[in-house]
């Protein structure tokens, strides 16, 4: 967007200005992609009940090669509930940061304007008070009859409100496709040197990213080979 109005304005661009947009670029529209899919192929190995289901669903609007019409996405639900349950548990936004526009209390708690104040989404992905046993995969959460008891906000892999994430339909469109392509050609599994969910390690998150602090490894199988 600020590259956009300089030019609108004339104004042209400094150095500073393209680097940090690459930056953004980079940090913001592939880093997290490639992390979700990273923890979702491993949420496929380690529930492969899950992915059995996955994989008979794509079938039945793709063809074994992977191609899928993009007027078909939309018929893949229980694709979306994957993904969905992938961002509740691994939240790669573990933080929502926005800054106060008035002064204002909440809930006693005074806050000013001008303060920044963080939402912590990954504590409120797993949190019980709004999910039923949290640290557990379930797709089925997102199924349209059990819609209605997640909470407003409780759900926020994207942010919320005018400031959503700009880039989140383009950013599903890629995951559905790269998902469709590899689940049709690999089955994933656990190896040895899987980890369990509740041992995973992460990194430092004071970067706001959720990544994992070393590989996770699985296997991947050919499906022609089994």
Sequence with gaps: MVIFCQLFLNEGLTRKDVMANAAIFISAGYETTASTL?????????????????????????????????????????????????????????????????????????????????????????????????????????????????????????????????ASRLALLEMKVVIIKSLTEFRYEACADTPKLRDLKFQDMAIGLLTSASPIHVSAVQRESE
């Design 38 to 166: 990273q923890f979702f192929f491993y949420l496929m190995a380690i529930y492969p009940d899950i992915q059995d289901k996955l994989y008979s669903s794509i079938l039945e609007v793709a063809d074994k090669n992977g191609e899928c019409p993009y007027e078909e996405l939309k018929k893949l639900e229980y694709l979306d509930w994957c993904i969905d349950e992938t961002l509740r548990i691994f939240p790669i936004a573990i933080r929502i940061e926005r800054v106060a526009s008035k002064d204002i209390t909440i809930r006693g708690m005074q806050i000013p304007k001008g303060m920044t104040v963080n939402m912590l989404v990954y504590n409120i992905h797993h949190d019980p008070e709004y999910w039923t046993d949290p640290d557990t995969f379930n797709p089925d959460r997102f199924a349209p009859e059990n819609q209605t008891d997640i909470q407003q906000y409780a759900f926020i892999p994207f942010g919320s409100g005018s400031r959503k994430c700009i």
